[in-house]
């Protein structure tokens, strides 16, 4: 998982809302101008102005959370980088007023902030602002592939993509939004590595477990047409004692000859 926290938008002092214990009481506040009334989820994600979808929070905490999904959120998903959305209210005692918001974004890539309305959650020190590091370079290895036996090619592939996949976390651990479009560009260069020109790449996936690493072992290597064979791989791994097994099939082709499966390797 992917993880960007970040905590905006709370002043160091509030109003003490714990006297607030019903929705009339809030709704009065509100009449006065000291609430206003805020829908978690936005309506860019399909969220209603309906009961379950609404609290009421003072005007600050209204404002952090409509600059988050403007600014952070929207755009994130207008790029197909997160398709799921949660907007979480957390209480205080018996106060209807939230005492903080959690905002949580996913699907590929994952984003988390959190708006802090009154109490405790105002008295959370913040977290030191870390200097920003540049991100991390990646490229294929140097390696040749010319000359290299079917399994090989295979192996290098697959250590080539482990350590992809590493690059990624590493990225998105720094930086989201520079971090995916890294990632889609290291894949590029992996694509353009291994496989032959005009290849349609799947859409970029990525995770902590890596799909394919030095625990995937060769099966058998089957020679079918001139200058082309399928090497099959099985990637086993243990995880709470449980052990997964995955197969994977490479369709590899010599440079230069006629390729009919975009999804081969050279």
Not at 184 to 200: F, Q, T, V
């Amino acid at each position: 998982m992917l993880k960007w926290f970040k905590k905006l938008g709370a002043p160091s002092v509030g109003p003490d809302y714990r006297h607030v214990d019903s929705r009339g009481k809030a709704e009065d506040l509100c009449k006065r101008g000291e609430l206003m009334k805020l829908v978690l989820m936005p309506l860019e994600f399909g969220g209603e102005d309906i009961l379950p979808n609404t609290v009421y929070v003072p005007a600050h905490a209204a404002e952090s959370k409509a600059r988050i999904d403007q600014r952070t959120v929207v755009p994130l998903a207008q790029k197909g980088q997160i398709r799921r959305y949660s907007a979480t209210p957390e209480y205080e005692g018996k106060s209807f007023i939230p005492s903080m918001i959690r905002i949580s974004a996913s699907d590929p890539g994952h984003f988390e902030a959190s708006v802090a309305v009154w109490g405790k959650a105002l008295q959370e020190p913040e977290a030191p602002p870390q200097p920003e590091a540049p991100l991390p370079e990646f490229a294929p290895a140097a390696a040749s592939l010319d000359g290299l036996e079917p399994e090989d090619v295979v192996r290098a592939f697959i250590a080539d993509y482990e350590r992809w996949n590493d690059f990624v976390n590493q990225a998105n651990a720094q930086d989201t939004f520079q971090g995916i479009d890294a990632a889609e560009s290291a894949y590029n260069a992996l694509i353009s590595k291994y496989c032959p020109p005009g290849h349609r790449p799947q859409p970029v996936s990525f995770g902590d477990d890596c799909s394919h690493d030095n625990r995937e072992a060769i099966l058998d290597t089957e020679f079918g047409a001139v200058n082309a064979c399928i090497v099959r791989t099985r990637h086993t791994k243990t995880k709470h004692n449980v052990t997964f097994t995955a197969d994977y099939e490479y369709h590899l082709h010599e440079a230069g000859s006629v390729v009919p499966d975009e999804h081969s390797l050279r």
